[in-house]
T-cell receptor, first 113, second 115 residues
Framework: GDSVTQMEGPVTLSEEAFLTINCTYT??????LFWYVQYPGEGLQLLLK?????DKGSNKGFEATYRKETTSFHLEKGSVQVSDSAVYFC????????????FGTGTRLKVLA | SQTIHQWPATLVQPVGSPLSLECTVE??????LYWYRQAAGRGLQLLFY??????ISSEVPQNLSASRPQDRQFILSSKKLLLSDSGFYLC??????????????FGNGTRLTVT
């Protein structure tokens, strides 16, 4: 079945460092891909999305490119801030039948001042 | 604009007691509705989803059930809670007409502790 694999965390970076969180997927058809962010004690917020191959989603300095050839959707940010500390989830929406959303296990990011 | 309300925010219940968590969506019609559970330090597990009133699909067999009595209302229930039911429960909706391109929108979650 469809699945999403994320790199294990936690990831600890200094402020202004470059961030990459890896995400790969397995799916039939052409799923849409998403990154969500979760701050402590809260629900998930949509960070960015891409709906077809080679699309680049971007928001708040974060970017991710839908790479069909490598089935990947890695999250990047050029310069992280302390306020980016959160858990990040990669997700896909299935394309067969009813639309279900499959999530990775999440990657915790901690940014130090 | 669309909003999603989920309550209560926190709940402590003894083993064997019943459960009812409620979720409502405003500002949209005929949404797809979802219940997820997030165990401590783990990812999101899809429990139920619904594409319309009275239509419920279960992803994981367990002692939980879901109901959708109205278009924008989704209820998660249990007759007898187990310790393993503890977790963070998240309700979410997506625009049904947008298909899989529509993102999920989450409520703020319910922290359930079964003692």
């Amino acid at each position: 079945g469809d699945s999403v694999t994320q790199m294990e965390g936690p990831v600890t970076l200094s402020e202004e460092a470059f961030l990459t969180i890896n995400c790969t997927y397995t799916a039939t058809g052409y799923p849409s891909l998403f990154w969500y962010v979760q701050y402590p004690g809260e629900g998930l917020q949509l960070l960015l999305k891409a709906t077809k191959a080679d699309d680049k989603g971007s928001n708040k300095g974060f970017e991710a490119t839908y790479r069909k050839e490598t089935t990947s959707f890695h999250l990047e940010k050029g310069s992280v801030q302390v306020s980016d500390s959160a858990v990040y989830f990669c997700a896909l929406s299935t394309t067969s039948g009813t639309y279900k959303y499959i999530f990775g296990t999440g990657t915790r990011l901690k940014v130090l001042a | 604009s669309q909003t999603i309300h989920q309550w209560p925010a926190t709940l402590v219940q003894p083993v064997g007691s019943p459960l009812s968590l409620e979720c409502t969506v405003e500002g949209t019609s005929n949404p797809n509705l979802y219940w997820y559970r997030q165990a401590a330090g783990r990812g999101l597990q899809l429990l139920f989803y619904s594409v319309g009133i009275g239509q419920i699909s279960s992803e994981v067999p367990q002692n939980l059930s879901a109901s959708r009595p109205q278009d924008r209302q989704f209820i998660l229930s249990s007759k007898k809670l187990l310790l393993s039911d503890s977790g963070f429960y998240l309700c979410a909706w997506s625009g049904g007409t947008g298909g899989g391109n529509s993102p999920l929108h989450f409520g703020n979650g319910t922290r359930l502790t079964v003692t």
